[in-house]
């Protein structure tokens, strides 16, 4: 049997290795020829900003202006503060007094009832004047004073759910750049999913879809019992090849500010992975064959490199894989404002496997209790 293991160490391997180009060449590949709509156009569909606030006074302060303040012609900003105990209310209450076109609802905690993000952001749509909403989270800032503009104009054509994109912002620190660099590639993933008519996920920092889309399914109702999911699982549910479109012009990003700590990044991912066991069947095949291949790969060079009498395959496959990332990768990274990050893939991408096959297990066996 001993004469038979490196011939079988290699065949899983030359597996591995060809799932993993599968999903270079034929999703990630989209993404590395797409370029966004240079030229600002501008819309005039009006447009509601919604944001859900739980005890978010400093980032409604550091961040709201820039909202309110976008270049854009007809849009109200709705914010819900959440059973905040802070002082949010007084933050709200001196810039409404200065913006009139934001407006505020407000969410009490309920002893019988424990509400979450889901249940604030419906009230938050219900209170929206407009069809096309905006969404994103009171710690993020727009990238520029066009970022509803560049969202807004995806609406011009048969879209219904717009996918942005929303990087944190670089702080220095090996922990910093591998959240930066895990962002990214999440990013490559479901935005070239969406550019193959496969759109699985968005996110919440910044994401936009009609209101007649969302009450026409229920909205959250299918998985309002899940407190995370208020943007990749409505997005899992309701996203066609038809009438999901992508914004990745830099000026049309969302920046907020990464963890800081390893503790604080495991509960902000525990609660993001507890959702994934909800995707639709297709996606979790998906997602699951390039978690798994990628993992097993970098595992299965390691000991074709110490078992097998002729490494150079093993070595060649992986050196392979590297190069033709950093073809691809090298221009969405430029794209995605990880340009730096690009030079820590060959380890990041191996710590990247690992965390997400830790997470995706850890994800399979958790509940989720609390959005914040």
Avoid at 261 to 275: C, E, P, T
Wanted: charged share 20%; net charge positive; proline share 3%.
């Amino acid at each position: 049997m001993e004469a038979y293991l490196p011939g079988t160490l290699l065949a899983l391997l030359f597996i591995c290795f060809i799932v993993q180009l599968y999903y270079l060449v034929y999703y990630h590949r989209r993404l590395a020829a797409y370029e966004p709509l240079a030229e600002l156009k501008k819309s005039n569909i009006p447009i509601s900003v919604i944001i859900s606030a739980r005890n978010e006074e400093q980032n409604l302060a550091d961040n709201l202006p820039a909202i309110l303040e976008q270049d854009y012609p007809d849009f109200e900003v709705v914010v819900v503060n959440d059973c905040s105990l802070d002082e949010s209310e007084q933050v709200l209450k001196e810039l409404c007094a200065k913006y009139k076109h934001l407006k505020v609802a407000v969410v009490t905690e309920n002893d019988r009832f424990k509400t979450g993000k889901k249940f604030a952001l419906t009230m938050g749509i219900k209170a929206a004047k407009n069809e096309h909403l905006l969404f994103t989270d009171a710690d993020c800032k727009p990238a520029s004073p066009n970022w509803i503009s560049r969202m807004a104009v995806n609406f011009e054509g048969p879209a219904e759910i717009v996918l942005g994109y929303s990087p944190y912002s670089g702080t220095g620190g090996f922990l910093n750049a591998f959240i930066r660099f895990e962002t990214i590639r999440t990013a490559i993933n479901y935005l070239s999913a969406a550019l193959a008519g496969n759109a699985y996920m968005g996110i919440g920092r910044n994401l936009a879809y009609t209101k007649t889309l969302f009450f026409k399914n229920k909205g959250f109702a299918s998985h309002m019992h899940v407190m995370s999911g208020d943007d990749d699982l409505f997005v899992n549910e309701n996203a066609t090849p038809e009438n999901t479109a992508i914004e990745i012009h830099p000026e049309a990003f969302t920046y907020s500010k990464a963890k800081e700590s390893v503790s604080a990044l495991y509960r902000q991912k525990r609660r993001h992975m507890g959702v994934g066991k909800m995707y639709r069947n297709k996606h979790r095949r998906m997602l699951s064959f390039d978690a798994l291949s990628g993992f097993f790969f970098y595992i299965l060079v390691v000991i074709s490199l110490i078992l097998t009498h002729d490494p150079l395959l093993a070595l060649g496959l992986l050196l392979f894989r590297i190069i033709t990332q950093l073809i691809l990768y090298y221009k969405i990274f430029r794209k995605l404002d990880g340009k730096n990050l690009i030079w820590y893939l060959p380890f990041f991408d191996l710590v990247y496997y690992v965390y997400l096959n830790i997470f995706g297990l850890i994800g399979t066996f958790i509940k989720t209790t609390q959005w914040k």
